[in-house]
DNA sequence: AAAAAAATATGATTTAAATCATATTCAGGA
DNA sequence: TCCTGAATATGATTTAAATCATATTTTTTT
């Protein structure tokens, strides 16, 4: 059985999360990637992901310098950044707080038909992903407890 | 606090669950409803839900005549359906089981590093999803226990 | 300094979902 | 049987996300 593909993640969020992974595993302060290091073995357009990385940067989610010489890591600082300011970053924070019908005013007291449905299962996933961290994936990929793909 | 807004249904979707909880609410074999009846309620634009009706019928998901006296309407055989059935018609079954970072050979054996942050609740979602009827969440509607907009 | 190599900024193009428009078919009433 | 009112089928247009392309800036090396 498969993992469950929620458009919750835009591409561009799944993209920038294997990406800062990839770095995770691969980067340090010494030993810089460049942008067509990382693209090719997270499968992901170089010029798009290139876009995405930058912005993860400005944001001071992971590291870069240009020049030769350069590219792209993670500081240990930026290790302890949970997924979901990776997802807020790319994705915006608006587009996790919504009724699954898009009603205006669904909350607890005034519940849309599929509240009860979502509700529990909804805050259970945006706490892992707000207490999540770039660490904890990479160290539980590291244990070989999970895996990421070629 | 809000639901939370998963793309996980398309907005279509989302638009076809409203429109079919309204004929369930308003609609019987006696007393059809014509598009434009239903479009502006649910706050859906016309010419959009009539193409998602149409698809609906097509997949005896809901009832139709058409000509004058025509109108959509909800039997009780249609009342049975699972709110799944609605998503699979719209969406298509592949959309909603796909790994969370899109990866082709995430699963229990190998999952991806998001996979555990997702797999229970996905299941309970899904199963909900599969379970509940059309008839169920109209109940809880007119019980007064869930609330449909404007 | 100058050149080369990298990220960065910006914007153009493509693609898929959402939306709109219209001609056709079918049921009911005169 | 003909007219009207509705769904139906089909396709065009718009919009937003995803993708591609390129000129600019910054750092290192020579």
């Not at 800062?20 to 942008?35: G, I």
């Not at 693209?39 to 940067?57: G, R, T």
């Not at 500081?75 to 019908?101: F, W």
């Amino acid at each position: 059985m498969n993992c469950l593909y929620w458009k919750m993640l835009s591409k561009s969020s799944k993209y920038a999360i294997k990406a800062v992974l990839f770095l995770a595993l691969h980067s340090s302060k010494e030993n810089k990637v460049m942008v067509k290091d990382i693209a090719e073995p997270i499968n992901v357009p170089q010029a798009y992901i290139a876009k995405l990385l930058q912005a993860l940067v400005r944001d001071n989610i992971i590291s870069s310098v240009r020049g030769s010489k350069g590219g792209f890591y993670l500081t240990s600082e930026n290790l302890e950044n949970s997924i979901m300011r990776i997802v807020k970053n790319i994705d915006g924070e608006d587009k996790l707080t919504a009724c699954m019908l898009s009603m205006e005013k669904c909350h607890e007291e005034r519940p849309c038909p599929l509240h009860d449905i979502l509700s529990a299962s909804r805050n259970t996933i945006l706490t892992s992903l707000k207490n999540k961290t770039i660490r904890d994936l990479t160290l539980s990929v590291k244990s070989g407890s999970t895996f990421l793909p070629l």
